[in-house]
């Protein structure tokens, strides 16, 4: 019987301690398959490991995404590598799948993660492909070329301040929905919405805002006044009919001039009481097409003013927008200096006046006349009706009875010398000489 020595008992023991160290090598080498230079290597893939952001199964084994090939079979060209499942189930299988509550696309809806994140490492969190503006850039180019004034979040690359890029129950996968997510930044504008007077629209942001950029102030879709007439159609037919528009509907700030377009504390949206709004444009002269408009409120300023003025204001006479009469006046009234002899035509007068100023040849309803004559019929009467606005300033005057200390007719500036006494007064003026008359 042969006799196992001690040196032939070591030789036995390390080669099977050798066989067992190579079988195990073996049998688990597809596991380290990550750690073993063939996966990632100066000669194959370096470069797809060595930013600082790495997805966690690159990191940890390439077998977790891919099927393997061993140094016997002829490696697949670059970008062939079998994936373990197709996208995006493979990207399922760690990652929560989206809800089935999601209404917005987007590429994990279109089975492509990979168009926003690298599967293997990135220079950006989250794995982005680049970082966040460029990202959504890549794909969402037009949204902040349209236009020179930039909504600040989307001008500074903050997509994700409104934008949700992976789940949201809303269209356009924006975080919460509108208009919560404009009152994150804009919550002035949710305090107006609060207000007495809340414009209908407040809350429906977009409706008049373009949320990535524009070529109107204010990110508007549309200048003002063709943005309010999208839905006041009523009121582009009144300007674009009537022949006496308000010059501000006109002018660059139209509507926002007058009206606050979120909401108020005044009825009808108004940025100031109606008296003030008014005088902080007509406090100077103002030159339209065919006359100069007078500084209202230096009128106003004069010892003696309308009384319709003073208790209710410039609409007693005037309508804010357009009218069919001239100088925007709610009812009809001569332009110039002579009108038909027909009480209609002075019924902006009518309105607050007594109309037998001008139909009855006897009153003593009126302090201008002779006895019983009234003075005012003589005036208004015959062929051709003498305007109020000869004798009497509209606004204010430094004279009893709103007369005035001039009026223009054609080149020429006719100055009044009127003088009242207890009875009555005079009148010398260069339509005649000077006349007298006496209520007894």
């Known amino acids: 019987m042969p006799v196992v020595t001690l040196a032939s008992n070591e030789s036995f023991k390390m080669g099977l301690h050798r066989f067992i160290i190579l079988s195990l090598f073996f049998l688990t080498q597809p596991l380290f398959a990550q750690t073993n230079p063939g996966c990632v290597s100066e000669k194959c893939h370096a470069e797809i490991m060595t930013k600082p952001v790495v997805h966690s199964p690159a990191a940890e084994d390439c077998a977790v995404c891919h099927e393997q090939h061993n140094d016997s079979q002829t490696p697949p060209a670059a970008g062939d590598f079998a994936l373990m499942d197709a996208a995006p189930d493979l990207c399922y299988a760690c990652h929560e799948e989206p809800s089935s509550q999601i209404h917005a696309w987007h ?3 279109n089975k492509n993660c990979v168009l926003c994140h690298s599967p293997h490492s990135s220079e950006a969190a989250f794995l982005l492909s680049t970082s966040e503006p460029e990202n959504c850039t890549s794909c969402h180019s037009s949204v902040t070329d349209q236009g020179e004034y930039i909504h600040a979040p989307a001008e500074e690359g903050e997509c994700l301040m409104c934008h949700q890029p992976d789940e949201s129950s809303m269209t356009p996968f924006v975080s919460i929905d509108v208009p919560g997510l ?17 414009h209908a629209a407040v809350e429906e942001c977009l409706e008049c805002h373009d949320p990535h950029s524009s070529n109107n102030p204010a990110m508007t879709n549309l200048k003002a006044p063709v943005l ?18 308000h010059g501000a509907i006109k002018d660059d700030g139209a509507c ?13 949206l108004l940025k100031r009481e109606p008296q003030e709004l008014c005088l902080s444009c007509h406090n100077q002269e103002i030159k339209g097409m065919d006359r100069i408009i007078p500084n209202i409120q230096a009128k106003l300023a004069q010892p003696v003013v309308h009384a319709a003025i003073e208790m209710d204001g410039c609409g007693t006479c005037h309508l804010p927008h357009f009218s069919e009469n001239s100088h925007l006046l709610n009812s009809k009234f001569p332009l110039g200096h002579y009108g038909a002899a027909d009480e209609n035509d002075f019924m902006l007068c009518f309105n607050c006046h007594d109309s037998e100023l001008m139909t009855s040849a006897k ?20 062929e051709k009706a ?4 000869n004798c009497h300033d509209v606004h204010g005057s430094n004279n009893n009875h709103l007369i005035r200390d001039y009026f223009d007719f054609g080149q020429w500036e006719i100055t009044f010398d009127f003088k009242e006494n207890q009875n009555g007064g005079s009148c010398n003026i260069g339509c005649h000489a000077e006349m007298h008359y006496s209520r007894e």
Request: charged letters at 25%; one cysteine or more.
């Open 107 to 109: 590429s994990a809806k």
């Open 228 to 245: 309010c007439y999208q839905c006041h159609e009523d009121m582009q037919l009144e300007a674009e009919t009537q022949p006496s528009v």
């Open 386 to 389: 003498r305007s109020c606005t």
């Open 256 to 268: 926002i001039s007058c009206h606050d377009p979120h909401g108020e504390q005044r009825a009808t």
């Open 363 to 382: 009153t003593t309803a009126t302090g201008f006349r002779n006895g019983d004559k009234n003075l005012h019929y003589v005036h208004l009467s015959g």
């Open 182 to 198: 404009c009152y994150e930044c804009h919550d002035d504008k949710q305090t107006i919405a609060e207000s007495d007077y809340p």
